[in-house]
């Protein structure tokens, strides 16, 4: 039996200056690299990496309206330019791995996935697997991918990971966000908003209608669509989902260590 997978996802904000286009913060994405490379020396894992968008990737997606597919003559320019916006945010993160000795291997959801209807549909993960199996950190990232209703979507972190995960069946999926977790009310506008430190399927639609949507350029949506994605990756794979705040040092750290933290836990 093999080692236990994980999946941990940064959000864009972490890592990105979302007040300016394009503009990696590179001291934070060292920091939350370094508490994997802290996690790993105290725990044996399989980890797979995502992360957001931020300021690169929804920028543009949001100026040619990528979600919405080809609807003009400046679609398919606007699908390579999103495209290539992200893969330049990965290779920062890529390059901190790398110096970090975390034997990275970057994944692209327009290779991998074929998407309709906005969600991705098909495609092949095996390659994933098997640098796992090998001992690689696969790091993968919203993209544009090709759709066959649309021509061309957007598919969020959280969709890449449910696709993936629907086949690698993870332990653990860890969602680190620039909050605490999921509270009852939009914390940023109320300042009696109750944190929800367990969501199942009791409360999941409660939960649902409380989380609040996006509040920066976002094109995969906020808080809501995060916890409605993951709480579905956790029924489908039995696995355990945590919405935690990755801007409070030691909390990825911490998590990947099954260790206490404040944040929303997220079971089927």
């Known amino acids: 039996m093999g080692l236990p997978i994980y999946m941990v996802k940064i959000g864009g904000s972490m890592i990105t200056d979302t007040s300016k286009e394009s503009v990696a913060k590179r001291a934070q994405i060292d920091r939350l690299l370094g508490e994997i490379v802290e996690a790993r020396a105290g725990g044996e894992f399989g980890l797979i990496l995502g992360h957001g968008a931020g300021s690169f990737g929804h920028v543009a997606a949001k100026k040619y309206r990528i979600s919405e597919g080809i609807v ?15 893969r330049e945010l990965n290779r920062v993160v890529v390059d901190s791995a790398i110096r970090m000795g975390l034997d990275p291997c970057p994944f692209e959801a327009l290779s991998f996935g074929y998407a309709k209807g906005g969600r991705i549909a098909q495609g092949n993960i095996e390659s994933i697997r098997e640098a796992i199996d090998r001992g690689f950190m696969p790091i993968v990232h919203g993209d544009g991918v090709l759709d066959s209703e649309r021509g061309v979507a957007i598919a969020s972190t959280e969709e890449v990971f449910r696709f993936i995960a629907s086949g690698i069946k993870p332990k653990k999926i860890i969602l680190g966000t620039d909050m605490d977790g999921v509270f009852d009310s939009d914390p940023r506008l109320n300042s009696n ?10 409360n999941i639609n409660t939960a649902l209608e409380g989380a609040g949507g ?41 998590l990947l260590l099954s260790k206490d933290v404040r944040c929303t836990r997220v079971i089927a």
Do not use: C
Not at 193 to 202: K, Q, W, Y
Not at 230 to 253: C, D, F, W
């Open 72 to 86: 003009d003559d400046q679609s398919m320019k606007g699908f390579a330019i999103t495209h290539m916006a992200m």
């Open 193 to 202: 908003a109750r944190l929800l430190e367990r969501i199942d399927s009791g």
């Open 214 to 254: 996006a509040m920066k350029v976002d094109v995969t949506g906020g808080m809501k669509t995060k916890l409605g994605m993951l709480h579905s990756m956790v029924k489908q794979t039995g696995a355990e989902g945590y919405i935690a705040n990755a801007g409070t040092p030691g909390t990825i750290r911490d």
